[in-house]
Nanobody, 127 residues
Framework: QVQLAESGGRLVQAGGSLKLSCETY????????LAWFRQAPGQEREFFAA????????HYSVSVLGRFTISRYNAWRRLNLQMNSLKPEDTAVYYC????????????????????WGQGTQVTVSS
């Protein structure tokens, strides 16, 4: 069994930066493909960043490319998300997710590919 716990969400002004973390508990962290999703009020959960366990390759959605950076520290069982140049439209609950099996990069945006989810952390960006 694996448990994920996000932290770091808070209120921040537009243009500011924020770092989120996701701690993992349970089975070996290093063999999971990991990702970040977010969900704004009234909207579907949206994928925006992933990192593959085998080689650390990263993938971003267009909406965050160049502003967000995903990274992982296997020894610390931690997934990080550095968010810069935040915009009001980045306001959402942010979730980390772990895939127990290999995830084809073309399917990174499919929530069903991920076995484990955290409870989410709220990020609010004020204008």
């Amino acid at each position: 069994q694996v448990q994920l716990a996000e932290s770091g969400g808070r209120l921040v002004q537009a243009g500011g930066s924020l770092k989120l973390s996701c701690e993992t508990y349970g089975e070996t962290f290093g063999t999971f493909d990991l990702a970040w999703f977010r969900q704004a009020p009234g909207q579907e959960r949206e994928f925006f960043a992933a990192i593959k366990y085998v080689d650390g390759a990263v993938h971003y959605s267009v909406s965050v490319l160049g502003r967000f950076t995903i990274s992982r520290y296997n020894a610390w069982r931690r997934l990080n998300l550095q968010m810069n140049s935040l915009k009001p439209e980045d306001t959402a609950v942010y979730y980390c997710a772990a895939g127990r099996k290999y995830i084809n990069p073309v399917n990174y945006d499919l929530a069903r590919e991920y076995t484990y989810w955290g409870q989410g952390t709220q990020v609010t960006v004020s204008s």
